[in-house]
């Protein structure tokens, strides 16, 4: 190139230096090009809050890490060189020998019995969430839901434009009377749910354990009004005692459960691993759409090592570990906000649902805390009517430390009097008006 | 339970698992629920075939397995705990250690002034396509591509509903006259295309390298229309002299210019980890929609800690070896198609692109010699006028062995002789007609 011409362009490049970093933005509407309707640009990232009850994160103590590290080391050796091909020559649905570990242990825990053909790893569960929607689902369907429910569910539904109706629950899960009612009056209306998207084993962010018998008449009910069931079990394996019921998929006559589950919580988050177990029909369906050139190989080599060896090991010492934890987080609640919060106390998960007197808005609640580096979860973003949740709030134990807990309870409790008048005893100690 | 309750349960099981697998899928009509106009199921995987020239997939014996689990140690031995947080500590932007990498390495190799806010860890290319679009795109708007360019970009964009119009290449990449004429054409239709989608490096399938002084007339036309450029630089690391341009992100006077890169081409497939790199806005609107829970930790881990170290090394020799083979499959397709196979010798990436005679339709030579065990991507899924590719083809030479290669190339004249009666010459003799 003559110097000439580079000269010009690196004095074209100086300009578009400065004009870039101090008035770049400015010479393009970059807004006007955004489609219409996109959520509000993020903030910048600066950090977790101090007092982090929000989200579904995971212990940090209890990430395996030695044995991710030799797991690592041994099956990077093995299969390494199988990182050069899309699917590391396992395919679409996923590592091989991670299914079949899936199957073995959902055939010991949940009663399933599949092959690895029933099984689709996914890029966490939140990618079979969108899968089994995008194959099932167009906007206008209809799907019914737990009235309280995980929030990411419910936002998804809204984006691709479903509705959603909330059916009642009970300490045992779904209200079957509720349910075929609320199936009565749909069919009547014209109206034929796709599915019901349930989460019956440790509900989020209810936390019961649907029994077997509920489970057999839900399934009579799906099948009487010809409605599939879309089974989420990702906190399955965080029972206290690890004794599960079997799972809907099992329970079921016909191939009408469609099934997901993660190791998002037995194992990690950050991992985005969980999965998809359905009949073939569905999966290969599934696959036909999955087109992001599989999902991340190396967590699922580790996994497919260390849970073949360790799971159970690993799962039996992290539930001990979340117990304690659900102890403290309850025995701040209890010393903080006395009788003003109610509760469950769950046999299992990370999560604790709390309903507060009627003159308590959550939502309000979390915005003023989070000011003060407390964040919490309001009932309103997780039930199907806002309505439901105004005086709830679901907080997560499993991640915080335990002086975390009983100090940014304490906390909430205090911003809570402040704002709304309760709790008015704190510690048992009278509050001063 | 009662063991009355207990027996009907069992025997309600026993009955399912006989209905479930020997008749289950009989009992519900699954594909009722299906959404009308999803694709053909996928058939269940057999394996890949023996003389595998499609996809994008790399050489086996370039993947630095050693490093790798050096690194695996070191970033799990570092930061393991952190994979208890979704984001694992270091928010919605992906790896901050592997953002700092890409920051430097694209500063250092196309002039690109970045800060890690203006990068964008995702899960592979792929994902930055989705997300790009998402943020840009509605059903019935008009993008600009390559004439010949990624079929997988070309899908997508079918698949949402978004026109494109294809615009011609020359051997110094897309032709500025056809691309300010057709945005003429197409403005006086009251039409006016959000982005040019290009590939300027290496370009998907040609494998052109676009000079500074064609990107900067590009960048003029842009401007001039007002259009956004999409450019997507996946192969930039592939070029034998690891000289590159400079991106159009880096020459651009604005910020009209998103860009988007991966390691999948320089590391490994199976890795899914890609990147976006634009202004702050565009960043801060695809975060707001990417509600996947982050891309995979691990890998991002890895990375930042093998390429912080490795990286030009390792591609340095990758190269070496890639280019051999390109060169193998050279002296095969001119040993087996003579001049009945046009093409430019690649001067980086890991594909040729090929002509042959009229008379040869590449589909239905695609699906023949799929039969035999040979699979190539037929060039009328690589155009944005199918008419364009009837008679070329894209040919992986980066994953398979030397006598893949060979065996391969010559089985493949074999056949297309049989079909279409050309090449008439194959290594130097003539076939028996």
Redesign the interface.
Known sequence: ?GSK?YTL?NL??I???F???FG??M??D??S???KD????????T??PKYHFI?????????P?NE??ES??RS??KN??????????????GNLSLRSFICTYLKNYA?M?LNT?NVLIT??S??ALDLVN?????PGDTVLVEEATYG?AL??LKKQGVDYVGINLTDDGICPVHLEETLIDLNKKNIFP??LYTIPTVQNPTGTIMS??RR?EILRIAEKY?I?IFEDDCYADLIWDRSRP?ALY???????VVYCGSF?KSI??????GYVVA?W??I??I???K?????????QM?LADFCSKKFDGHVNKLVKDLKAKCDIMVGSLEKEFGSTAEFSVPKGGIFIWITLPNSVDTKKLSIISAKKGITINPGSEWVSNPNNGTHKMRLCFA?PEIDVITNGIKKLSTLCYAEFGVPEISGNVERNS
Request: proline fraction near 3%.
């Open positions: 190139m011409k362009i074209k490049l300009l578009a230096f004009t870039k970093n770049g933005s010479s393009i970059i807004e090009f955004f489609n996109l959520p509000v640009s993020s903030a910048k990232y950090g977790l989200g579904g994160n995971n212990s940090k103590d209890n990430i890490i991710l590290i690592a080391n990077l050796r390494g060189k199988n990182l050069a091909l899309y699917g590391h020559n396992s395919g679409p649905l009663g019995e053909d890029s966490g939140l990618q995008s194959i099932f689902l167009k990411g936002s998804r796709k599915f077997e018998k057999l010809n599939l079997r099992s329970l079921c006559d016909d191939s009408r998002s990690a988050p950050a991992l985005r691993v009949s029909e569905v290969s369906k696959v036909s759409i087109n992001d050139g599989g999902s991340g190989a190396i967590e580790i991640n």
